[in-house]
T-cell receptor, first 113, second 112 residues
Framework: GDSVTQMEGPVTLSEEAFLTINCTYTATGYPSLFWYVQYPGEGLQLLLKATKADDKGSNKGFEATYRKETTSFHLEKGSVQVSDSAVYFC????????????FGTGTQLKVEL | NAGVTQTPKFRILKIGQSMTLQCTQDMNHNYMYWYRQDPGMGLKLIYYSVGAGITDKGEVPNGYNVSRSTTEDFPLRLELAAPSQTSVYFCASNPTGGNEQFFGPGTRLTVL
């Protein structure tokens, strides 16, 4: 079945550092890919998405590119802020219009001054 | 719009007790989902519904039941609570089953 693998956390960075959180997936066909963010004490929110190969999703300074050849969707940000501290989840939706998401285990990001 | 609301926020149960986790959305979404989130395990789908009167099992349905009598409400029932059901439970919805799911704030359940 479909699966998503994320790098383990926590990831601890200083403010203004460059962020990469790795995500790879296993799926048949061409799934849609997502990054969700969970701030402390809250539910998940969609951060960005990409629905086909080579698409780049972006939002709030975060970016991720759908790489079919490496089955990856790594999350990047050029300069993190303390307010970016949260748990980040990579997820996929099966190709063909399925209505369920498969989530990775989440990566906690801590940004310090 | 309030979005997706869940009650209660916290609950402690004794083994063998039962309870219902409430979930309501005011966005007229057809699709609704229940997940549990365990530390280091990501989110696992318990049950989902594609519309009023229609429900289906997800990845980890054992020990839970759901019903969907209205578009707005999707309660999750635990009949005989077990320590393995200690988790954070999230309800989510989306209009068409497509891309973005909208999540509630979660219910933290402890079974002792």
């Amino acid at each position: 079945g479909d699966s998503v693998t994320q790098m383990e956390g926590p990831v601890t960075l200083s403010e203004e550092a460059f962020l990469t959180i790795n995500c790879t997936y296993t799926a048949t066909g061409y799934p849609s890919l997502f990054w969700y963010v969970q701030y402390p004490g809250e539910g998940l929110q969609l951060l960005l998405k990409a629905t086909k190969a080579d698409d780049k999703g972006s939002n709030k300074g975060f970016e991720a590119t759908y790489r079919k050849e490496t089955t990856s969707f790594h999350l990047e940000k050029g300069s993190v802020q303390v307010s970016d501290s949260a748990v980040y989840f990579c997820a996929l939706r099966e190709s063909g219009g399925g209505n369920k998401l498969t989530f990775g285990t989440g990566t906690q990001l801590k940004v310090e001054l | 719009n309030a979005g997706v609301t869940q009650t209660p926020k916290f609950r402690i149960l004794k083994i063998g007790q039962s309870m219902t986790l409430q979930c309501t959305q005011d966005m007229n979404h057809n699709y609704m989902y229940w997940y549990r989130q365990d530390p280091g395990m990501g989110l696992k789908l318990i049950y989902y519904s594609v519309g009023a009167g229609i429900t289906d099992k997800g990845e980890v349905p054992n020990g839970y039941n759901v019903s969907r009598s209205t578009t707005e409400d999707f309660p999750l029932r635990l009949e005989l609570a077990a320590p393995s059901q200690t988790s954070v439970y999230f309800c989510a919805s989306n209009p068409t089953g497509g891309n973005e799911q909208f999540f509630g704030p979660g219910t933290r359940l402890t079974v002792l």
